[in-house]
């Protein structure tokens, strides 16, 4: 898989360099924005572009709002209105996104956000109207750091309960009960992400037991539900796991890491249940691909 992975990337890596346009600014207003988040909206527009989707958090004063912009005309230019989801004096932040097709021509968006001390909120839309803000954890179940990924007409999130994973899914237009995916004792764990290749795998850091080093680890639904976590990396001190956006067909993971040189940017790739490091002349690429491809 290894080497044919290699092959299928070969000429994109050597050939063909993305190239970024001009800095803009997309929103209008003076006050700070931050804490964003951006995706395609996969419905596709009669000029053959998807638009894009955007959320940001709107900081004025001592308020903190939730917002989402949308490109038109096939993603050349942004509409000048921002959507307010938010609009009350609870701090907001953390904001995802997560966009799924439907057959009827529109696209089914769903937030996903912190709001106050440790809730979980969300919103979506199948059109222009997004639902009010409706909880989706609290309690004991609460948490930061939410990530969010779907597959055809079901969304799953992750996020930081206390140190802990929690992972829910929205089936049937409501959220599950959220499940802890690490043991009850196990609460060094961070920055969680998911994807789903179409069944849902989770990668995250954890804390090794006797350093500050952090090692990658996963887990994978399958039938019977959640394995046991497993790690992907553990030699060396690694960060920041985030599954590529282009490979939808196989899990392919990018991170920093101290292991071969001072945090450089490095690559796992997932078949015949284990973890393949990627060949040396894509680790080169992965700087560039990171900036572009990430999901």
Known sequence: MKTLLALLLLPTLLFSQPLWSPSQQITSDSVDSFDHSLVED???SSSGK???????????????????????RGGVTWLPTPTRITNDTIPDGSPVLAVWRLYNGKSRKMLVWKRGADDLYYSSTQDSIWTAPALLATGIYGGEKPCIANVDTNFGAVWV?????????????????????????????????????????????????????????FTIRNDTGWAAPDTATTLGDNRNPRFLKFMNFMPLVSFESNR?????????????????????FMRRQLMLLSCCFLS
Request: charged letters at 20%; proline letters at 8%; a neutral charge.
């Open 42 to 44: 996969v419905m596709q």
């Open 50 to 72: 998807d638009r894009e989707i955007f959320t940001y958090v709107q900081h004025t004063g001592n308020r903190s709002e939730i917002m989402v912009m949308q490109t038109d």
């Open 161 to 217: 309960n206390r140190g802990r994973i929690l992972f829910s899914e929205f089936r049937n237009n409501n959220w599950s009960l959220p499940t802890s995916i690490t043991p009850p004792n196990d609460t060094m764990n961070f920055n969680p992400q998911i994807k789903y290749f179409p069944k849902p795998m989770i990668i995250w850091e954890r804390q090794k037991i006797s350093t500050t080093d952090r090692e990658i680890a």
């Open 260 to 280: 071969w040189e001072p945090y450089g940017v490095f690559g796992f790739s997932y078949s015949n249940n284990r973890w393949e490091i990627l060949p040396k």
